[in-house]
């Protein structure tokens, strides 16, 4: 599950970029990491669309390719907003160089590694006419007055200042000033970047709401949150920022971390990446602080901390689905939230657990393929629900 038709196109995206010497963002190098990390061979596609060699020999196998009309593709992919730095030298006076760069946008990557390894190329039909796409960009913003706006999907952050609301092309979404609280809220199916007056940056996952006061108070800068979402707080030593939750306060004052909240959906985690947290439980008031890479667990008004694997912990930051050691009902609560679907259980259907893991922008058909490989049979219905029954009960 691994390899799907969509992780080369993905993977070499990044990795053209890091070819043309253009800056990677955070995302990016963690999703490239988390990559090369799952196997040495796809270390070795990662040596491959770096070496020269390859490139050049890409270039001549695909030298009837319209280099003009895949730059601007993936110009426009790649460069959603203007790119204002000049293109290096080193691009400038190795044409194959760019022709190996796009190249691995549409294919070139999946070229290398299964021509090159011997192994097949076929990429699997969908396994139903009937799918659904992941979560893309969708938010709504409540402003305190009543008035409710609708984000735009073609854009994926909005900054957020004294006067008002405004996308990252400073287009103005909407004025502030006479407002004191805004709720901004992803639904199933969406998710969302958000930077706060002070600048701290929060991304929303799917089914999460926050909510922020137009001007913090002058001794704390506090939020609420619903869902899931991460934090990249900016440091201001006199001001702490706090996280509430239903069940818990968050307290820092200049770090990152994730907190997984989702109302259904106990226990509770807060994931520290950077700097110092103090978890508060609001039921009896324990609590505990945590060190970069441990992880808060809140169940059943008790809280306890250990050690975790990060990138596995906060793999949705990085565009995957991790699986490792959950079960089939929380696999389904991630797999519900992120394309939209009601799942519903036909029968008794045994609590697998599962290994491993997706990329989130693949499509539901993707994720269901392990489904059917462990004796699960599944049946999507279009008013967006997913019917999952054991293989033995299908077939009655």
Not at 214 to 239: M, P
Not at 305 to 328: C, I, M, P, R, T
């Amino acid at each position: 599950m691994y390899q799907n038709e969509e992780e080369p196109v993905i993977i070499g995206e990044i990795i053209a970029k890091e070819i043309q010497g253009i800056h990677l963002t955070e995302a990016e190098q963690g999703l490239l990491q988390y990559w090369l990390s799952l196997s040495d061979k796809n270390q070795d596609v990662y040596r491959r669309c770096k070496n020269t060699d390859e490139q050049r020999q890409a270039y001549e196998n695909f030298s009837g390719i319209d280099s003009k009309r895949a730059f601007a593709r993936l110009t426009e992919k790649v460069f959603p907003y203007p790119v204002v730095e000049k293109v290096p030298v080193l691009i400038r006076s190795r044409p194959y160089l760019i022709a190996a760069s796009l190249l691995l946008l549409i294919g070139v990557c999946s070229y290398i590694f299964f021509m090159r390894t011997g192994e097949p190329t076929t990429i699997g039909a969908p396994i139903t006419a009937l799918d659904y796409a992941p979560a893309g960009n969708k938010a709504t913003i409540t402003l305190s007055d009543g008035r409710l706006f609708e984000l735009d999907e073609s854009q994926q952050e909005i900054y957020i200042d004294e006067n008002g609301v405004n996308y990252h092309d400073g287009e103005v979404v909407a004025h502030t000033k006479a407002v004191a609280s805004v709720k901004i809220a992803t639904p199933r199916g969406g998710t969302y970047q958000v930077t706060l007056p002070d600048g701290t940056r929060v991304k929303l996952n799917a089914d999460s709401e926050i909510n922020y006061p137009v001007t913090f108070s002058k001794d704390k800068r506090e939020v609420s949150l619903k869902g899931e979402a991460y934090f990249e707080v900016t440091k201001k030593t006199d001001l702490p920022f706090i996280v509430v939750t239903d069940d818990q306060i968050l307290t820092v004052l200049g770090t990152h971390f994730n907190v997984n909240a989702y109302a259904a959906d106990y226990p509770i985690k807060t994931t520290l990446t950077e700097g110092k947290v103090r978890v508060q439980v609001l039921a009896n008031r324990t609590e505990t602080v945590l060190d970069p890479g441990q992880q808060a667990v809140l169940e059943g008004g008790k809280i306890s901390k250990k050690y975790v694997d990060v990138l596995q912990e906060l793999a949705w930051l990085h565009g995957k689905f991790n699986f490792d050691g959950k079960s089939l009902r929380e696999v389904m609560r991630e797999v519900s939230r992120w394309y939209n679907v009601e799942v519903v259980y036909k029968g008794t259907v045994p609590d697998i657990e599962f290994f491993g893991g997706t990329f989130r922008t693949s499509k539901l058909s993707t994720i269901l393929t392990l489904l059917e490989s462990n004796d699960l049979s599944y049946q999507l219905t279009a008013d967006n629900k997913l019917v999952i029954s054991a293989v033995s009960q299908a077939k009655k």
